[in-house]
């Protein structure tokens, strides 16, 4: 068999969830570590939950949230830091590549129901291809997957020969495909669609390297899901929808396993459009006994 249909999760809520305050995480303290190094006097600047209004991060990719904290404790507006925006991601990364594991799973933990799910479609490779989509720096993402257990269980795709020329040192061995916040940035931080906008375009990304890798072996995709919790993470999916390539049907899972209730991820998501959008919101996410048949595949 060849791989037709392409699963992306994002991290945050979905995979894992926080167990402390914001700033515990050592991903959470990374932002201010990374703008104090690149843009400020070398000290770390005042946290990111300190420093925006929630609707500012929460569900927003890495890159904008790093913009943003810039102007707000530095004043320094995007035309000055986003040029420096992969340095910031690379210190970003840096902060947190020498901790070990129990030090980067400081905070947060891994959701029900995440590891049994990930095991079934471990056997499933020949036909489904496994990857992340997150804001996450692709570094971090790769760090934070190894602490949690998600890593061994050999679930998600290999990365692209493009993922390999970012070399992230410590986890180039644990690369898997996807899209991360790493990949792109919009740099607009004044206009908050971008949070959702953003993440679209790193659904694109994901979806151009699974065919860059399966085309090649003869296979087609037509079916991509999106698995996320956030609404950032429906409207993503529904933004990617309309632009996904002829023979495509969208499906998102939205899983209310993070800050966000069901019935607006429902709202959010609006109608079906039956082989082109296809959500389905379940309570309980991946500990969800319908959680493959809501993402459109069997469960044998």
Not at 194 to 204: F, K
Request: some cysteine; glycine content about 10%; hydrophobic content about 40%.
């Amino acid at each position: 068999m060849t791989v037709s249909s392409l699963i992306t999760f994002d991290v945050d809520g979905t995979l894992v969830h926080r167990t402390g305050k914001a700033d515990i995480t050592v991903h959470a303290q990374a932002f201010a570590h990374a703008v104090g190094v690149v843009l400020g006097d070398g000290g770390d600047v005042t946290p990111v939950s300190e420093s925006l209004p929630r609707n500012k991060f929460h569900g927003s990719t890495d890159g904008l949230i790093l913009l943003r904290l810039a102007r707000a404790t530095l004043g320094i507006e995007p035309n000055e830091s986003f040029p420096k925006l992969d340095a910031m991601m690379d210190v970003m990364y840096q902060f947190i590549s020498n901790m070990d594991d129990e030090e980067v799973t400081k905070g947060i933990s891994i959701l029900p129901g995440v590891l049994d799910v990930l095991s079934i479609l471990a056997t499933r490779r020949d036909s489904i291809a496994c990857g992340l989509v997150t804001g996450n720096v692709e570094g971090i993402a790769r760090r934070k997957m190894k602490a949690v257990g998600v890593t061994a269980i050999n679930a998600l795709a290999p990365p692209s020969k493009e993922q390999l020329e970012r070399k992230w040192p410590g986890v180039d061995h644990l690369g898997f495909l996807g899209g991360f916040g790493s990949d792109y940035c919009s740099g607009n931080i004044d206009n908050d669609e971008r949070n959702y906008l953003d993440r679209a375009e790193q659904i694109s990304i994901a979806v151009r390297r699974c065919q860059n890798i399966h085309l090649d072996r003869g296979g087609k995709l037509n079916r991509v899901v999106h698995v996320g919790d956030a609404p950032a993470d429906v409207l993503a999916a529904k933004a990617y929808s309309r632009v996904a390539p002829d023979g495509i049907c969208v499906g998102f899972v939205g899983v209310a396993t993070g800050s966000y209730p069901a019935d607006l991820l429902e709202e959010l998501a609006g109608k079906p459009c039956r082989g082109r959008w296809e959500p389905v919101i379940l309570e309980k996410g991946m500990a969800d006994p319908t959680f493959l048949s809501a993402c459109g595949f069997d469960a044998d």
